[in-house]
Nanobody
Framework: QVQFVESGGGLVQPGGSLRLSCAVS????????MAWYRQAPGTQRELVAR???????DYAVSVKGRFAISRDNAKNTMYLEMNSLKPEDTAVYYC?????????WGQGTQVTVSS
C-alpha cells in the first residue's frame, strides 16, 4: 500500500523559502500525475501544483512563479520548492495522487509564514 510522508515545513518570514519533500513508501514510477495540496484552517484542501511522470507541471494561480514542483522517480520522492513566501501560504501541505480518487492522506507538514 502506498503511503505518503511529508516533511520540510516550518516557520519562515515573509519573502523566505522552504523546500518540502514527499517520501512515498511504494514506487511512484507508475503514478502518472502526483500533486501537492494545502489546507489552511477553516478552508477546504486545495491543489497547489501537479506534475506528470515525465516532469510536466502545472500550478495554482496563487503560487505560479514562486513555487516549483519536481519528482525523482528513482528515489520515490517528490519536492516542492517554495520561494517568496507570503502569509497566505500558511497551511498544512500534503502530497498525493492527482485526481478524484486520492490514496490515504499523510499527516502533512505545517508551513507558517509570519514575521
Amino acid at each position: 500500500q502506498v503511503q505518503f510522508v511529508e516533511s520540510g515545513g516550518g516557520l519562515v518570514q515573509p519573502g523566505g523559502s522552504l523546500r518540502l519533500s514527499c517520501a512515498v513508501s511504494g514506487s511512484i514510477a507508475r503514478i502518472t500525475v502526483m500533486a501537492w495540496y494545502r489546507q489552511a484552517p477553516g478552508t477546504q484542501r486545495e491543489l497547489v501544483a501537479r506534475i506528470t511522470r515525465g516532469g510536466l507541471s502545472d500550478y495554482a494561480v496563487s503560487v505560479k512563479g514562486r513555487f516549483a514542483i519536481s519528482r525523482d522517480n528513482a528515489k520515490n520522492t517528490m519536492y516542492l520548492e517554495m520561494n517568496s513566501l507570503k502569509p497566505e501560504d500558511t497551511a498544512v501541505y500534503y502530497c498525493n495522487l492527482f485526481g478524484p480518487n486520492p490514496l490515504s492522506w499523510g499527516q502533512g507538514t505545517q508551513v507558517t509564514v509570519s514575521s
